[in-house]
């Protein structure tokens, strides 16, 4: 079995990710999850540098759509690879992974890409965990709500009281940590904790009352998680801004009239190495 090192450092609010190692089947997934767990910590863009890393097969690049995609809906930090040649600047060129993630030469090239501005408000704080956390994450969304002018606040503030109370009552964290992003997608509602363990629906997905996870996913255009890179896991939701998209962020499908998996984005075409010959 290949090992994969995966090593990053923040350039100001940007994240360098530098995979050391073979990109094969056996370390997909390792390479797909530590991309992720960066993500979730909310840099202003992530830039993969691709210098010390080898793919057995052109197959094996569509790790990068893959994540690009999970990552769009939130926390929609921008990704781009650095390629500075080689054998795998050639795998890249006879594939269509610049047609879903922008691929550049150097990581300075990279960077500059994502200097950009980014038409975003963000406001984030913690809150101790404990009966009166649930409140207090109410009142503290609804008072952002209200300084951005996001009406109506019922769906913020539902959503975002439903998932702290989820970390009051399935987890032992000790805090949570909310925040709220305003994009012209629409207003996200995240809360990290402590606790890896994925948020589950109920026995067989399905709860007898309108509550929890089962009322986001009324409010909320898309929902899912992710693991942090420091352990932990973060619960987010998109909800639709007036005068803004109002259908999902994802294609319909068969499943789309049913509770989303723990894993939302099961409709991906990037759930695995794939083709990605032009």
């Known amino acids: 079995m290949s090992a994969m090192v995966v090593t990053q450092h923040r350039h100001g609010r940007a994240v360098v990710v530098r995979p050391h190692g ?29 210098s010390e890393l080898a793919a057995d097969r052109v197959s094996s690049l569509s790790v990068f759509p893959t994540v690009a995609l999970r990552i769009s809906p939130w926390p929609g930090v921008p990704l781009v690879l650095a390629a500075p040649g080689g054998d795998l600047a050639g795998l890249l ?14 990581v300075d090239v990279a960077l500059e890409a994502l200097s950009g501005p980014c038409p975003r408000r963000l406001a984030r704080t913690r809150f101790v965990t404990g009966a009166s956390a649930p409140g207090a994450v109410r009142s503290w969304v609804r008072e952002i709500c209200l300084r951005w002018s996001v009406t109506p606040l019922d769906g913020p503030v539902l959503v975002a009281s439903e998932l702290a109370t989820n970390v009051v009552t399935h987890t032992t964290s000790e805090e949570l940590v909310v925040r709220l992003e305003m994009r012209p997608a629409g207003l996200s509602v995240a809360v990290a904790d402590a606790d890896p363990r994925p948020p589950a629906l109920g026995p067989g997905g399905v709860v007898p009352t309108v509550s929890g996870l089962v009322l986001v996913d009324m409010l909320s255009r ?12 973060v619960v987010w939701a998109v909800l639709a801004l007036p005068g803004g998209p109002e259908g999902p962020l994802m294609p319909a499908g068969p499943e789309s009239a049913q509770l989303p998996a723990r894993e939302p984005f099961a409709r991906e075409p990037f759930d695995g190495p794939g083709d990605l010959g032009r």
């Open 22 to 50: 073979l990109l094969d089947l056996s370390t997909y997934a390792a390479l797909r999850d530590a991309l992720l767990k960066c993500a979730a910590d909310d840099p202003s863009g992530i830039v993969v540098d691709l």
């Open 222 to 233: 898309v929902w899912g998680h992710s693991p942090r890179w420091d352990g932990g896991k």
């Open 93 to 106: 060129a006879g594939s269509a992974v610049a047609r879903f993630v922008p691929v550049h030469d150097r």
